[in-house]
């Protein structure tokens, strides 16, 4: 991380939604519904004012992301940018869709469709089909779509090797310190193509909204082996 910026990493328990602090701050996804108002606690701990707040992306359509956009697009007047593919579905007070792909994924996902009834709407400011240069918010990152998880699921990725990467990876569901692929994906191999391709451009830590960060090399050893 430059010199003049910091990420900072926010656990709401089993989710965890980021900052980046630099001229100004963006924040990374929003927590599960009604973690809007922790979201904001968090701001003010980490002497980050609301007015400097530019922009809020979501890393993809799921509740456990988007839950608190509410409460945060009406305190902060910073605008919402989401993939074009995944607004489809919050413009509509929908969850992308939620497909399993192994036996957790089959065993989990009558919880998951649970939890991810029908919502309000969520209107979304900026939608982005490709990479989306994040200086003009005051942040020296870009936005990368980085497909899978969802079909609009993306990255944020930071000058030093560090990317924000939502679902794309997730913890084991047994051995809770190795990254795997998430339980749940729309297309396994569009998500095996967006780790690789993140590779490529050298990133190094991968930080994900459910457990992690992992290095380069975890990655390596237990999802490309
Ligand atoms: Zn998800
Ligand atoms: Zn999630």
Known sequence: MAKDQRLIRVSLGWVNVFFIKGKKAVIVDTGPPGAGRRVLNALLRHNIKREEVSLIILTHAHFDHFGGAPTLRQALSAPLVVHRADAFYLERGENAPIIPLGLFGKVL????????????????????????????????????????????????????????????????????????????????????????????????????????PWDREDIERWILK
Not at 110 to 125: D, M, Q, T, Y
Not at 202 to 210: E, L, M, P, V, W
């Open 109 to 212: 996902i009558g919880v998951f469709k649970g939890w991810a009834k029908k919502r309000l709407a969520i209107p979304c400011e900026i939608l982005i089909e490709d990479r989306l240069d994040l200086s003009q918010f005051g942040i020296n990152a870009y936005i990368l779509p980085t497909p899978g998880h969802t079909e609009g699921s993306i990255s944020v990725i930071l000058s030093d090797g560090e990317a924000i990467i939502g679902d794309l990876l997730a913890p084991h569901p047994i051995f809770r310190w190795r990254p795997n692929l998430p339980l749940f994906a729309q297309e396994k191999g569009l998500a095996l193509e967006s780790i690789k391709m993140l590779l490529s451009l050298g990133i190094n830590k991968f930080y994900a909204a459910h457990g992690g």
